[in-house]
């Protein structure tokens, strides 16, 4: 993927919105899931708010076979 695709997110580690939805969509569910996956959120730790509210947007969404 793409770094800084959609809003920028994690400025430490150029990470955008899109990159990060795409991993929660692929199984991310948690802050540290997302760290190990594109490293989003291991740096300064601003934007660990900002990576839980897309963690409950996309839950909010529910199953994929559902969205």
Known sequence: MSAFTGASVCVCYQVGEDEILGWI????????????????????GDCHES????????????PPDER
């Open 25 to 44: 969509r692929r199984g991310a569910a948690s802050v540290e899931d997302l760290g190990e996956m594109c490293r989003a959120g291991q740096g300064c």
């Open 51 to 62: 990576l839980e509210e897309l963690l409950e947007d996309v839950s909010a969404e529910g």
